[in-house]
Nanobody, 124 residues
Framework: QVQLVESGGGLAQAGGSLRLSCVVS????????LGWFRQAPGKEREFVAA????????TYADSVKGRFTISRDNAKSTVYLQMNSLKPEDTAVYYC?????????????????WGKGTLVTVSS
């Protein structure tokens, strides 16, 4: 089982930036596919961004493409989500996710382990 601990959430103004971090333990970090999902109040959890085990493949939801960047630091066992040009509709709890087979998790069905989430609130 993989343990994932998110941090970096908080309050930001529209147009601002936040960087989320997720520290991963319990498995060989370099073999995991990792991703970020989010869930707004009253809505289903949705895919945001994902990165393959090598970092060579990244995928983004259309709603965040060009604004968010996912990256990973294998030496620190950490995956990041840099969020720029934030919008009020980005407000949600953001969850870190792991795929044990190494592929980028782009669907909740492809996630093997979840973090507990970190809240991002964007004010207008």
């Amino acid at each position: 089982q993989v343990q994932l601990v998110e941090s970096g959430g908080g309050l930001a103004q529209a147009g601002g930036s936040l960087r989320l971090s997720c520290v991963v333990s319990g498995r060989t970090f370099g073999l995991l596919g990792l991703g970020w999902f989010r869930q707004a109040p009253g809505k289903e959890r949705e895919f945001v961004a994902a990165i393959s085990w090598s970092g060579g493949s990244t995928t983004y939801a259309d709603s965040v493409k060009g604004r968010f960047t996912i990256s990973r630091d294998n030496a620190k066992s950490t995956v990041y989500l840099q969020m720029n040009s934030l919008k009020p509709e980005d407000t949600a709890v953001y969850y870190c996710a792991a795929n044990l087979l190494g592929g980028p998790p782009t669907n909740p069905n492809g996630v093997d382990d979840w973090g507990k989430g970190t809240l991002v609130t964007v004010s207008s």
